[in-house]
């Protein structure tokens, strides 16, 4: 990254480098945040924020960034990363730092979930990039692989965007639900425990994720969208994100559509939401784990890599419990293996990301 080529081990100074380098980036997107809150905020996540909880916080990623990128440049022949990240801090307190007041001016006619995407890098990066390192699946893949640009702007662009994106995919629930529920014949689901709540949620989702998923597969006029996702050759925290804007829409629509008839709980949605997205990053990793008999009971790393792998095809649909695919059988979880190639047969799918956004609408014969 930056070119910087050299080790990229702890004590090397790459670590300290890239962790200035985040909390430096972050921090003068923060302050963007601050300074343009109608704009650059999402409208479900403003109302939440606590302002002095928020300045402590970024004036501890301004001090973490300075110090650990100060460490870099003592550590490392190449100062690059460390630079950049104290240029990016300076800038970011030249702009008014932790100080800084927040200018609300009503709300902007769009709104760019900037404080989303801030809040997911810094919060993800710094937990899976440590531990991708020191129990790594694959040592000799480096952080920043083949086609970790492609990923990171898919990354970017999903969380950016999230606000049109999550229009899209709620709509149909919202209409469907609007003009039918399941209180209408009697079933009360708000009525159960939360916990029972959730777990109904996770199987009602998993289920109807199993055959939507399932269906992008075998129909050939959807596979070309949902062919992206599988074009990744590398896995890690960050694949998860190579989706096209199709496969989002479609796949979470249908998803949230028997939730939102069934009447759950917000709160129970809410939670439900917070688990599949850590389980889709999660199940990503460049992490070797191996959990043993919990792997019967719930998707982990191992048994979505084989979803990911060149042979065999269509394997491991569902996203949470994997006794799905043992009773529709679609079950492949060889002991203790792990796939040796990942991605599509031929790798039909181009790389670059606005390439892979025109490709599926492209004539087949």
Request: hydrophobic share 50%; with cysteine; aromatic share 14%.
């Amino acid at each position: 990254m930056l070119g910087d080529h050299g080790p990229q081990t702890f004590g090397s100074g790459w670590f300290s480098g890239l962790l200035g380098l985040i909390l430096g980036l972050g921090s003068f997107c923060a302050v963007l945040v601050f300074q343009f809150p109608e704009w650059l905020t999402t409208t479900d996540l403003r109302g939440a924020y606590s302002i002095d909880f928020m300045r402590g916080l970024l004036a501890l990623a301004l001090v973490c960034s300075f110090f650990f990128s100060t460490l870099n440049i003592l550590l490392r022949p190449s100062k690059k990363l460390g630079i950049t990240g104290i240029t990016f801090a300076s800038l970011a307190i030249i702009l008014g730092g932790a100080g800084i007041e927040v200018d609300y001016q009503g709300d902007a006619p769009i709104h760019v979930g900037l404080d989303w995407l801030v809040l997911n890098v810094v919060l993800l990066s710094l937990v899976f990039v440590p531990l991708e390192r020191l129990f790594p699946l694959r040592p000799d893949q480096g952080t920043f692989r083949a086609g970790w640009t492609t990923d990171g702007l898919y990354f970017i662009v999903s969380h950016v965007l999230v606000e049109l994106l999550t229009f899209f995919t709620l709509l149909p629930a919202t209409l469907v639900s609007q003009a039918w529920q399941a209180e209408a014949i009697g079933i009360q689901v708000k009525a159960l425990p939360l916990l029972a709540q959730v777990l109904l949620i996770m199987l009602i989702a998993d289920v109807t994720q199993y055959w939507v998923h399932r269906g992008f597969h075998r129909l050939r006029f959807a596979w070309p969208f949902h062919a992206i996702h599988h074009s990744t050759r590398a896995m890690d925290w960050l694949a998860g994100s190579r989706l096209h804007v199709v496969d989002i829409i479609v796949t979470r629509a249908l998803i949230l559509l028997p939730l939102f008839v069934f009447g759950f709980a917000e709160r129970a949605l809410y939670i439900w939401l917070v688990i599949v997205a850590a389980q889709a990053t999660f199940n990503h990793v460049n992490m070797r784990i191996n959990l043993g008999w919990l792997e019967q009971l719930i998707v982990t790393p191992r048994f979505h890599h084989w979803h990911h792998a060149v042979r065999p095809i269509d394997k491991n649909f569902a996203v949470h419990f994997p006794w799905i695919d043992r009773i529709f059988g679609t079950f492949h979880l060889p002991d203790g293996k792990w796939p040796d190639a990942l991605g599509i047969r031929g790798d039909p799918v181009p790389e670059e990301f606005t390439r892979q956004l025109a490709w599926p609408f492209r004539r087949r014969g």
